[in-house]
T-cell receptor
Framework: TQLLEQSPQFLSIQEGENLTVYCNSSSVFSSLQWYRQEPGEGPVLLVTVVTGGEVKKLKRLTFQFGDARKDSSLHITAAQPGDTGLYLCAGARSGGGADGLTFGKGTHLIIQP | DTAVSQTPKYLVTQMGNDKSIKCEQNLGHDTMYWYKQDSKKFLKIMFSYNNKELIINETVPNRFSPKSPDKAHLNLHINSLELGDSAVYFC???????????FGPGTRLTVL
């Protein structure tokens, strides 16, 4: 079973601070996706990283895929209350196939004004 | 237009009852999924369907049965509901198994 470990599980910080969320696995993934879920809604895709070492930026969010494609990180600069939510990483199984995505357990992020 | 829709949004029922949750996607995707999200927000895949064929079925009790009348619909039927079935159930779809998944708004099931 491929597992994705996310850390931290919970994070509460003040507005304006920076933070990093980690997603680690012992398995190689063909791609890794980051989702954000707000209360009462389904997860929504933020970004997909495919190439080892890839870095993608989405405004104040920076996503990185590890060189070995086993881990990823999400860095938020100058966090804002609107960033509050559950952040989920999800890995696509190497070699494709029809097994779908493996989700991490998520990071609950609270940004206090 | 809603890409992935689920009904009902909330479902409260007694233990032992049988219930269904409906899901429809208008994205033309080939693969649809059902996930269960527990109270700790852990999202666990239950089923996926590709062109009416069940592809994966994680360790889900056989009281749960997905039914796909066509490519745009994947309904979830649950027999003999138990207290432990209380959770939020999400439907999702994607073009193929490793593509972006588009989630529905979820159905909060409460079994009393």
């Amino acid at each position: 079973t491929q597992l994705l470990e996310q850390s931290p599980q919970f994070l509460s910080i003040q507005e304006g601070e920076n933070l990093t969320v980690y997603c680690n696995s012992s398995s190689v993934f063909s791609s890794l996706q980051w989702y954000r879920q707000e209360p009462g809604e389904g997860p929504v895709l933020l970004v997909t990283v495919v190439t080892g070492g890839e870095v993608k930026k989405l405004k104040r969010l920076t996503f990185q895929f590890g060189d070995a494609r086993k881990d990823s990180s999400l860095h938020i600069t100058a966090a804002q209350p609107g960033d509050t939510g559950l952040y989920l990483c999800a890995g696509a199984r190497s070699g494709g196939g029809a097994d779908g995505l493996t989700f991490g357990k998520g990071t609950h992020l609270i940004i206090q004004p | 237009d809603t890409a992935v829709s689920q009904t009902p949004k909330y479902l409260v029922t007694q233990m032992g009852n049988d219930k269904s949750i409906k899901c429809e996607q208008n994205l033309g995707h080939d693969t649809m999924y059902w996930y269960k999200q527990d109270s700790k927000k852990f999202l666990k895949i239950m089923f996926s369907y590709n062109n009416k064929e069940l592809i994966i079925n994680e360790t889900v009790p056989n009281r749960f049965s997905p039914k796909s009348p066509d490519k745009a619909h994947l309904n979830l039927h649950i027999n003999s509901l138990e207290l432990g079935d209380s959770a939020v159930y999400f439907c999702a779809s994607s073009q193929d198994a490793t593509d972006t998944q588009y989630f529905g708004p979820g159905t909060r099931l409460t079994v009393l």
